[in-house]
DNA sequence: GCCAACGTTGGC
DNA sequence: GCCAACGTTGGC
């Protein structure tokens, strides 16, 4: 998953009340599919700091409960409000996820890049926007292999 | 901050 | 259902 740390970094996720958070703001069809499909609750999530430098894996989450409705396209006061979507209906789901582990340093995407096994993943792979991208097993591996913590 | 690449919208 | 126009993302 990724975030720009200006709008929120794996700081102010570990800040939160157990370390844990809603992952809000996703409005991109495809990311939220990922959500509310794909993802099992103890599920191992990598934190992509995009958009700063360096760009990298700064750490790990688990994805701590079950999708539900993205609160903030129901509150006209958010700057993520969908006026298109209803209670109902509701159009953006989401999931909270728990802090687990920081890398320490980061692993930095250029080091990805260079990563014999990690070639295949969609964050090198040119105009990938996609800001929730699913990751291989002995891709999460080689990741803490390069982050020097034992993959759980 | 720029801008290419991408995703979405909406008129037809 | 196409596709031009528009808005957003994210590496640089």
Redesign the pocket.
């Known amino acids: 998953m990724?975030s720009?740390p200006d709008e929120f970094s794996i700081d102010d996720l570990i800040s939160r009340k157990k370390g844990t958070t809603y992952w809000e703001g996703i409005?991109?069809?495809?990311a939220r599919n990922f959500m509310r499909d794909e993802m099992q609750i103890g599920d191992g999530v990598l934190f992509y700091h995009?958009?700063t430098r360096p760009?990298a894996v700064v750490g790990t989450m688990n994805v701590a409960g079950e999708p539900y409705p993205d609160p903030s396209q129901f509150d006209p006061k958010s700057k993520y409000f969908d006026p298109?979507s209803t209670k109902d209906n509701p159009r953006w789901i989401l999931v909270d996820v728990q802090f687990t582990s920081r890398f320490n340093p980061p692993v930095t995407?250029d080091r990805i890049r260079e990563t014999p096994g990690l070639e295949d993943m969609m964050?090198l792979k040119?105009?990938?926007?996609?800001?929730i991208q699913p990751v291989a097993e002995q891709e999460w591996k080689i990741i803490h292999e390069l982050a020097g913590v034992e993959p759980k």
């Open positions: 990724k720009e409005r991109n069809y495809q995009s958009r760009l298109k995407r964050l040119k105009g990938s926007r996609l800001s």
